[in-house]
């Protein structure tokens, strides 16, 4: 009998990938907006966690994971946390270029910015959209002048990246929100779907109603996805920057990341604020890693 993992299967050339995964390990702008270090670990750990998973999504999927090929490129490295965000972007650039799918793995959410900038010039699209899970809505000035862990959605949008209208911030949370930054989004013509809102509905539909908002329905609107892991509850996912008493479950979790998976728009997703010296037994890495291999199931699901 065969039992095959993950990472017999993270071996395809990078010519021949679907999907190419990729780590930003840094915790830097973290440490710039006054968070607990340790996200520069969470590429490695939830790698290790990915690849002893099996390539079995399940009966209700036609297709299972070992019908994509995925290619793992490692960690980008480097220098001044200005340097890594450029070669991050550069990296971005040329893989979304190329037409590959890619993952991302964190890093803090600082990477977004530089991501999201390296996305929309390899699309050479007029329009993207973007949308942020999270509990925060990171939309802080800049800090002596540096951009940090909180600031990648208002460089996104003051810098023309992306345009208010399309972008949307999923989970948003009571008391760890500021009102003028929430203003601050509204008046972009953003959209905001609390935690509070989110749960109401089914999360895959409250997915699918941002993505049809912020793509104004039109097909083959390229998206980018920021999924930040702080956006689940401390209970679940104990290991991130900034825990949350009250977030998602490891099971929405989960089900947002195959939401976006099986989203033809959806063509780069990034997973951040995943800090393995503050998790307890690889709880976050490896609900990450579970977050993956469903991102991928999505992917070898979608109907074209
Ligand atoms: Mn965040």
Redesign the pocket.
């Known amino acids: 009998m065969s039992d095959p993992r993950l990472g017999d299967l993270l071996t395809a050339s990078l010519e021949d990938a679907d999907v190419v995964l990729l780590g930003v390990p840094t915790d830097e702008g973290i440490l710039r907006n006054g968070g607990r270090p340790g996200a520069a670990e969470a590429p490695g750990e939830i790698r290790a966690w990915l690849r002893k998973l099996t390539p079995f999504a399940g009966q209700q999927f036609r297709r299972q994971l070992d019908d994509i090929r995925v290619a793992d490129i490692g960690d980008i490295n480097g220098g001044s946390l200005e340097a890594l965000h450029n070669a991050a972007a550069q990296k971005a650039r040329e893989l979304i270029a190329s037409g590959k799918i890619v993952i991302v793995l964190g890093g803090g959410?600082d990477v977004t910015y530089p991501l999201v900038r390296g996305f929309w010039e390899g699309l050479q699209a007029a329009e993207i959209g973007l949308i942020?899970i999270?509990a925060?809505l990171?939309v802080r000035e800049k800090k002596n002048g540096l951009h940090h862990?909180?600031s990648s959605f208002r460089l996104l949008i003051e810098e023309g990246i992306v345009s208010g209208r399309n972008f949307a911030e999923i989970g948003i949370q009571s008391f760890v929100t500021a009102k003028d930054h929430f203003d601050w989004v509204i008046q972009r013509g953003s959209r905001i779907l609390t935690f509070e809102d989110a749960t109401t509905a089914h999360l895959p539909n409250a997915f699918e109603e941002c993505e049809v908002a912020i793509t104004h329905g039109e097909p083959d609107f390229p998206l980018y996805l920021s999924f930040?892991m702080?956006s689940v509850r401390a209970s679940d996912a104990p290991g991130v920057s900034a825990p949350a008493p009250i977030g998602f479950l490891a099971e929405e979790a989960y089900e947002l990341a195959v939401a976006a998976g099986l989203s033809n728009n959806v063509r780069m997703m990034d997973i951040?604020?995943v800090s393995p010296p503050h998790d307890v037994d690889g709880r976050t890495a490896r609900l990450a890693a579970r977050m993956i291999a469903g991102f991928l199931a999505g992917v070898a699901n979608r109907v074209k």
């Open positions: 959410h942020n999270d925060h990171d862990s909180g930040d702080d951040v604020e």
